[in-house]
C-alpha cells in the first residue's frame, strides 16, 4: 500500500489567500454573530451575555420592518431597471458593427466611477436651490416651481432608484454582450433559412443560450442592490423621515448613531440569514436551467 505525500508547497502557496479572506470575511461574520448575542456597546468596555434578546427588538421594532420593506422595494425596482435597460443595450450593441468599443466605452463611464464621485456629482445635478436639472425645468417651463428631487418625499425614492439604475446597468450590459457574442451564428442562419421570426430567434436561441449568465447577474446585483449603502446615504442620508431608510442604513444608525453594537450586529445577521435564503432559492432555479440544457 501506497502512502500518498502531502504536498505543503502548494498550500503554503494559498496560505496568504487563505488568511485574507479569513481575516476580511470570516472573522467579521463570526464576530457579528456573537456580539448579536451580547449587549455589546461602542462606548462602554463592558457588556453581558443577553441571548436572542436583540434579534427580539429589532423583530418588534416598526422602524426595522419599515427599513426591510423599503429595501424590497429598492431591489426589485433597481433591479427590474437595470436588467431592462442593461439587456435592451446589450442587444442593440451586439447589432452594431462600427465604432463598437467607442459605445461600450462609453456605456460603461457610470460603473467606472466611485460611488462617492456618482452620488456628489448628482447631489449637485438635482440640487433643489441651485441644480442643473431642477432649474431647466423650471425655466422650460415643465415645472411651476424648482422640483425638489431629494428632499420630497414623493419624489427622491423614484430619484434614488433612476440612479441606481443608470450606475448598474453597464454592468449588466458588458455581461450580456459577453454572453450574446458567444452564440453560434449558425445558429441563427439555420432559423431564418427555416423561416423562423426574429422573436422566435430570440426565444428559442438568444434566451436559452444566455439565461445562466443572466440568471448569476441577478444573484450578484439582487446581494449587490440590497446591501447598497454608499449612494443612498451620500445623497440622502435615508431622508426625508425615513423614507429613503433601507436595512444597511438601518443598522449603520443603530450601531454608531445609538452606539448599540449589540443590536445593530443583530440586523446584520438577520440580513445574512435573509439574503442566504434568497440565493439559495435562485441557486436552485439556475441549477434547474442548467439540467434542462443538458
Known sequence: ?????????????????????????????????????????????????IGFDNYIKVLTDPDFFKAFFTSILWTIASLLG???VGFTAALALNRVNHLKGVYRILMIIPWAFPSIVIALSWKWILNGVSGFLPNLLYEMGFASELPQFLSDSSLVFGTLIFINIWFGAPMIMVNVLSALQTIPQDQYE???????????????ITVP???????????????????????????????????????????????????LLGRSSAVTVLLLAFLLIVCFIYFKIIGKWEKEDK
Open 190 to 204: 439555420a432559423a431564418q433559412i427555416d423561416g423562423a421570426s426574429k422573436l422566435q430567434q430570440f426565444m428559442y
Open 82 to 84: 437595470q436588467i431592462i
Open 209 to 259: 443560450h444566455i439565461k445562466v449568465v443572466v440568471g448569476l447577474l441577478v444573484v450578484l446585483r439582487t446581494i449587490w442592490v440590497f446591501n447598497n449603502f454608499d449612494i443612498i446615504y451620500l445623497i440622502t442620508g435615508g431622508g426625508p423621515a425615513n423614507a429613503t431608510t433601507t436595512v444597511p442604513i438601518y443598522a449603520y444608525n443603530m450601531g454608531w448613531g445609538t452606539k
Open 1 to 49: 500500500m501506497k502512502i500518498k505525500k502531502i504536498d505543503y508547497g502548494r498550500w503554503l502557496l494559498v496560505l496568504p489567500a487563505l488568511i485574507v479572506v479569513g481575516t476580511l470575511l470570516v472573522y467579521p461574520i463570526f464576530s457579528s454573530l456573537y456580539y448579536s448575542l451580547t449587549t455589546k456597546h461602542l462606548i462602554k468596555a463592558t457588556y453581558d451575555f
